[in-house]
């Protein structure tokens, strides 16, 4: 296909990864090659079964080096759908092997490794795209523009919002990687750092953040920001989900309520990484410094301690605690 760009993918076993090679399809691109230690990886015969596979990195990183010095080819971008811990090594990889990153969240664990990579950037004249897909949502968009709107009018006006996700997951969670804050960030960098990030663009930056819930199944806490006031709760329980839902059969809970108003955005999420794509692949994705909040948001919930029923605290504390 004419003007369509090569792709290579680290990280090509997990849940998200389908979504990144649908999305380099749908936009007309090659994926050349993917890596990835475990190799029962049928879902790329639907996908790129030409593909070039590979289980060691190593041998993966003499392919991306060799491949393009044969014939004057080149891999223009490295999707990254690997473990949280290892995305700032692999975002690191891709730069210096002459690609732009495209990076599922969160995008690194720490913020001080965001300056590290601007540092890398710059050196190699490459970018690093993260996926925000909640900002390319059309409810987020509408409620954004809402907001944007009343703001002009009241630019003081102070919103109240709850956000309670609760997606179950089971025994094996906490004995991969995902349930290792080490490997993962915890449960608010690996479930929740993109609703902060939607937060923070909409309601403005975190001026105060308050945890009161800290288990290794469920987090919980408030924000102070510049625009609004939120507390939060996110949980990996299939227990704490409400009693309603649980009864049509479902596992996972999303809510997002501002000034008592549920804000409606529970389908439209099929499409949002091929919209990413298109984003990244026109010039406009979200970069490092769009990264930065949340993950200093996700950074301060990790290293504080919780304070327990105190202040103003989300209901569904009280699920845990009492």
Known sequence: MPNSKNFALIGASGYIAPRHMKAIKETGNNLVAALDPYDG???MDSNFPQANFFTEFERFDRFVDKWHRNG??????????SPNYLHDSHIRFALKSGADAICEKPLVLNPHNIDQLKVIENETGKKVYNILQLRLHPSIIALKEKVSKELKENPNKIYDIDLTYLTSRGKWYFVSWKGNEDKSG????????????MLCWIFGDVEENIVHLKTPDANAGSFKLKNANVRWFLSVNYDYIPEEVKQRGLTTFRSITVDGNEIEFSGGFTDLHTRSYEEIL???GFG????YGSISTVATIRNSEAIGMKGDYHPF???VLV
């Open 72 to 81: 004057n080819k080149k891999i223009e971008y490295i999707g990254i759908t």
């Open 317 to 319: 504390v009280k699920k």
């Open 288 to 291: 490092l410094d769009e990264a």
């Open 186 to 197: 915890g449960i608010a960098s690996n479930i929740g750092v993109h609703f902060y990030d």
């Open 41 to 43: 990886i049928g879902i």
């Open 282 to 284: 026109a010039g406009n």
